[in-house]
């Protein structure tokens, strides 16, 4: 049984204590995943596991595979981090490796990392993150069949196939039938106080709508632009706030055309602090993306209290329910958007409603603690059949 969430301070003793239960002495789990500087899912996802106290409960050995920067800057660090690996397994400080991946330069990456690790007998966990990747897989073409072999190979020979939700755990089983698959949602600290603590003031005069995330047509960033100026006809008070990264130039002149500079406010990319900030300060969450996984923002978003208006596409049915935990809109349909958005803004009380169930499911289905003992047991298990295997 893990330690409570609040107790993350361990003596050197305790924490070797806790980590004998099931690693072999000297040996740790390589994880394998981008810079945890670097701006995406995977890194936040990585940066959870490390702030949430895992790091510190057994022994992790992170190794960067991939970084923001130039082409050359990201060869660097993929060298560097093969060498790396390559001299820990011969060194025999590797009790198992867990890569977290997504589609094409990712895939290629850490495929290629896991296969090595197999050839020194070490047991391995293909962490699947990116809500691309089925489609990825079943593009036409000479090259995408042979693409598709070598895939298939990798989560075959994949000890363990994490996956974030059920939808994608049946896409995994079908695409490779002996595959051991388990599911484990993207992990959500929590804030340390619950956002019932100090109640919302819940209005409908006005208030705020936030978005976090890239900025790009897959997202559905220009699809809120112009559902923005619907919604606006009726709410003139509100504001729109853009936290994200991407087409900024082509964002902001769109915003510029539409004549709703006034009601922007547009943040860049934030993090940290000012992304706490943000998130307690918002009414409404906003995600009306074509294509997504299981969104850390949405998870920040339930957890914070903020109430949801997002598409229902990838895992995100299989993470919040439509008019229990937020409502839907359809992908693309800037009516759907500004009616989804007025009705909320309408409406406090649905709203509160809205987010106090948010929160209680996120907390019960999605928090650190939760995420971390299946994480955990994952371990437990891959080592102890390796032990049996060695024996």
Not at 241 to 249: L, S
Request: charged share 25%.
């Amino acid at each position: 049984m893990l330690p409570p969430q609040d107790s993350r301070e361990k003596t050197v003793g305790e924490t070797d204590a806790l980590e004998a239960k099931f690693l072999p002495a000297g040996r740790g789990v390589l994880m394998l995943g981008t810079h945890t500087d670097t701006r995406g899912g995977i890194a936040a996802v990585i940066q959870t596991y490390r702030s949430c106290g895992l790091f510190e409960r057994i022994r992790v050995i992170h190794v960067p595979t991939h970084c923001d920067g130039s082409l050359l800057t990201k060869a660097r660090m993929y060298l560097r981090a093969t060498i790396e690996v390559f001299l820990l397994l011969a060194r025999g400080q590797v009790a198992l490796v867990h890569a977290h991946v997504s589609s094409r330069g990712s895939f290629w990456r850490k495929s290629l990392l896991l296969a090595l690790a197999r050839q020194f007998g070490i047991p391995t966990i293909f962490h699947l993150h990116s809500s691309g990747f089925p489609a990825w897989c079943e593009e036409p073409g000479l090259v995408s069949k042979l693409r598709r072999r070598w895939i298939a190979r990798t989560l075959r020979y994949s000890d363990i196939v994490i996956v974030l939700t059920k939808r994608w755990e049946i896409w995994a089983q079908k695409f490779v039938v002996h595959a051991r698959i388990r599911v484990v949602g993207n992990p959500i600290e929590l804030p340390t106080d619950k956002p019932d603590s100090k109640p919302r003031v819940y209005k409908a005069s006005s208030g705020r709508v936030l978005y976090l995330g890239w900025i790009y047509d897959f997202k559905g960033i220009y699809d809120l632009l112009n559902a923005w100026t619907i919604f606006r006809q009726r709410h003139q008070d509100w504001k729109l706030v853009v936290g994200g990264k991407g087409e900024v130039e082509r964002f902001l002149a769109e915003a510029d055309r539409l004549g709703i500079t006034g009601d922007l406010e547009f943040l860049g990319w934030i993090s940290g602090d000012e992304m706490d900030h943000q998130l307690r300060r918002a009414d409404i969450l906003v995600l009306p993306s074509y294509n997504e996984g299981m969104p850390i923002s949405l998870l920040e978003g339930m957890a914070y209290g903020a109430t949801l208006a997002t598409t229902p596409v990838g895992g995100i049915p299989d993470m919040m329910q439509d008019h229990i935990h937020g409502l839907w809109m359809k992908p693309g349909d800037m009516e759907s958007i500004a009616y989804t958005l007025s009705a909320l803004a309408d409406s406090p009380e649905l709203r509160e409603n809205l987010s106090k169930a948010a929160y209680h499911h996120v907390a019960m289905n999605f928090g650190s603690e939760v995420c971390l003992r299946k994480i955990l047991q994952i371990y437990s298990e891959l080592c102890n059949i390796s032990a049996k295997k060695n024996m």
